[in-house]
């Protein structure tokens, strides 16, 4: 296995060596610092009959370059995998935003809800009126009691049920919601900047190499333009959110670290989870 594992990293083929392979070897080659002791420590017990793993792990040491060149190798060969993740969980933010932002019933249900806190505040022209709140703060304002030992939510349900039964199509909003807030925002761009420093790891192994590798040189451009693209895209999905928090009431953060658009739609979910089930519960309860 050595004499695949030395010509394949040496050259950075991964056509010898597969991404399983690799990896496994990637575990257990030793890092510049160990490769350094190694060679001290055997040049010092030149004599000694070394186990096959221990033999190994000396040979290994002996690739010039071999943590770098895996790595490298490694990350030419996952990039595409994880371009296609990166690309899917944008996708699963922008359909949520589009979603959210053109919901018809949704609207309805944040309408209803500014009317009805407008009636029971007894606002009139002449007094403060609810002009509207943070729709991230639903489940709060829905959980306030009014007269007669209900909630809003209860009222904000029953009017549904009688006056608008389309607006229970809302539902159809969780499951997106929820699937584009399994992955936090901000760690799409950690992982594109982990992918970019692949890309300079290819780029310096490239340099460093005493051969030409064509191969490995389109790799690198192509990996190069769908990072880019990529970016692209990231920019413009975060466009929309942010049109889409705007719309919905919520103040837009300062900074790049206080985007958090997951948690937006985490509370937005649990509001319309609570929605259903009080409204199943009603219909439960009539039955």
Known sequence: MLTTVW???GRLDMTVLPLERASLVLDSVPS?????????????????????????IIDLAGIERAEEKLHTMVHTSTFNDSMNTINEQLDAYLNAAELVQESEQLKLIVQTILTLL???????????????????QLSEVCSAPIAGGCTVLQTVSAFIRDRAPYATDVDNLVEPLTTAAKTPFLSIYDSLLQLDM?????QFELVQLDFEHPVLAARLGEMRRRLGEMVEKLVRVKDQLLAMLSYMGEALPRTQ?????????SKL???????????????????
């Open 269 to 287: 979910c649990g509001f319309l989870t609570s929605l259903h089930l009080h409204s199943e519960l009603d219909i439960e309860v009539e039955n």
């Open 118 to 136: 407008n009636h029971l505040n007894g606002s009139t022209m002449y007094e403060k009126v609810v002009g509207g709140f943070c729709t991230s």
């Open 198 to 202: 692949g890309n300079q790891r290819v």
């Open 257 to 265: 670290s206080e985007f958090h658009p997951e948690v937006y739609f």
């Open 32 to 56: 510049a610092a160990d490769v350094e002791r190694i060679r001290r420590f055997t040049t010092a017990h030149s004599n000694t009959q070394w186990t096959e793993a221990e033999q190994f």
């Open 7 to 9: 010509f394949s990293v």
